[in-house]
């Protein structure tokens, strides 16, 4: 090796040693950064031609070489742990959904619907029990008064249902056009990350800020996405493609009527049973994970389920009271007391309990509805049992995927995150490493001097 030759290695060695020094600067400044992926320079040795008859034997090779700067990242920690936080933001909402029905429907305290149910089958019962004519126009009207009561609160619930259908669907329209606006920023860097890309510079920064992104679309979502070549992403909901490249398409929630019931729908009218849908371009895009998935579900199945037990509620009432009564005490279009009641719906037929006269014969039917409310009552403590179960597997499942997805993350983070031991222990070693450089640089420099001092 000449003289000249060492000097060009010793600088390529101060130049490595230089990038190495810059970039473990740039991991620690970013330690606290979110998103953040660490880098390292990746560096291999120059190689001297092998072939031609210039070719010398048994000499070094031409120093290092600066192959670029790597982004450390693990493609399946990163979507295990995308997946995992979808899985997570699902199962939190879903929780979010079934407090709100349990809270919609409740079941506690001295104004639950079980309380009003035994004080009603109690003012029933003290109406069957009137020997005489003395007290029954009070008791009467407590069997009135305990029933519009009844019927009332169940109307009432049906309606915050009702109310918690509409704001799933607003809550519906707000991710999704959470989602449209950051399908437009993927569009947006995965134009930028190519054409840095295709000029020779480093993208990694831009790529950070995609995979941000990514992760926030997911968490709404449950997206997949698609590496390319060139160094953009494709991202797909379901089946649908969100973003291609450079460019994006929206993701819109519309309502179709349900499939049961063609009642036509018209603005303002949307109601529990007509479901909520997802498209793109008009393609079907059913989230397969994360809070969109989530409302819909809670507003396509969930509300769907729990007004179904309030009409089933509403429909044991009526018709066990009604054939027990032996006429229509509540409202019913069905002379034989078995068509299904809604319990938006629900209301008393008459203003006045029927007149007995204190007579024993005439107070079979109230003591019949007595004793019939023992099935509506036991519905109802089934319903609310069986609600209580569901809203606690809920918080149970959200708790659950939470501790997973913290693991998965640190997975991530262990790969992709800044070390500062780390760092520091490579900073030290890239020192040492341009220290020596620059003393092979300055013993080259000064064998070149005498070199030329022995020549003149």
């Known amino acids: ?13 101060l130049g490595a040693a230089q990038r190495g020094m810059e970039t473990t600067g740039q991991n620690i400044a970013n330690v606290n950064t979110p998103g953040y992926s660490r880098q390292r320079v990746e560096q291999s040795s120059s190689v001297l031609n092998q072939t031609g008859q210039f070719t010398q034997k048994y000499v070094p090779g031409d120093g290092v070489v600066v192959n670029g700067l790597t982004r450390v990242s693990d493609a399946l920690a990163t979507a295990t742990a995308r997946q995992d936080s ?19 429907i409740g079941d506690t305290g001295a104004s639950g619907l079980s309380e009003n149910l035994k004080d009603l ?5 003290d109406l069957a029990s009137k020997a005489g004519t003395d007290g029954l126009d009070g008791a009467r009207s407590l069997v009135l008064t305990r029933s519009e009561t009844v019927a009332t609160q169940i109307v009432g619930m049906n309606t915050q249902l009702e109310e918690q ?15 449209t606006t950051i399908a437009q920023n993927v569009a947006k860097l995965n134009t930028g990350i190519r054409e840095t890309l295709a000029s020779g510079a480093s993208a990694n920064e831009l790529m950070d800020q995609r995979d941000q992104l990514l992760n926030q679309l997911s968490d709404i979502t449950g997206s997949r996405v698609v590496n390319r070549e060139n160094g953009t992403v494709d991202v797909l909901v379901g089946n649908a493609t969100l973003v291609t490249g450079d460019f994006s398409y929206k993701l819109e929630i519309g309502t179709q009527v349900s499939t049961t019931d063609k009642t036509p729908v018209g603005a303002g009218a949307e109601r529990i049973g007509n479901q909520f849908v997802a498209t793109i371009g008009g393609q079907a895009a059913g989230p397969v994970a994360g809070s969109l ?9 969930t509300l769907v389920k729990q007004q179904g037990v309030l009409d089933g509620l509403a429909t044991k009432l009526t018709n066990t009271v009604n054939k027990a009564y032996d006429g229509q005490f509540f409202k019913t279009s069905d002379p034989a007391f078995a068509a299904p009641v809604k319990a938006s719906q629900l209301e008393l037929a008459a203003s006045t309990v029927r007149d007995s006269n204190g007579t024993s014969a005439d107070r079979n039917y109230a003591k019949k509805v007595s004793t019939a409310f023992a099935d509506v009552k036991t519905q109802w403590r089934t319903d609310v049992t069986n609600l209580a179960a569901s809203t606690q597997s809920a918080n149970n499942r959200a708790e659950l995927s939470a501790q997973v997805s913290l693991k ?3 997975v991530r983070d262990g790969v ?4 500062l031991d780390e760092e520091m222990t490579n900073l030290v070693a890239y020192q040492h490493a341009y220290s020596a450089a620059a003393k092979v640089l300055t013993t080259m420099d000064e064998a070149l001097q005498s070199l030329l001092n022995m020549v003149r």
């Open 86 to 104: 979808a899985a997570a933001q699902e199962q939190a909402t879903a929780a979010s959904i079934w407090s709100g029905t349990e809270n919609a």
């Open 293 to 301: 998935k989530a409302t819909l579900d809670g507003a396509n199945t």
């Open 165 to 179: 259908y509409t704001q799933l669907g607003l809550q519906a329209e707000t991710l999704s056009t959470q989602a």
């Open 408 to 410: 998965s993350s640190a």
């Open 1 to 13: 090796m000449s003289t000249f030759s060492g000097i060009n290695t010793a600088s390529r060695a």
């Open 121 to 125: 089958s109690s003012a029933w019962n």
């Open 416 to 419: 992709s995150g800044v070390n």
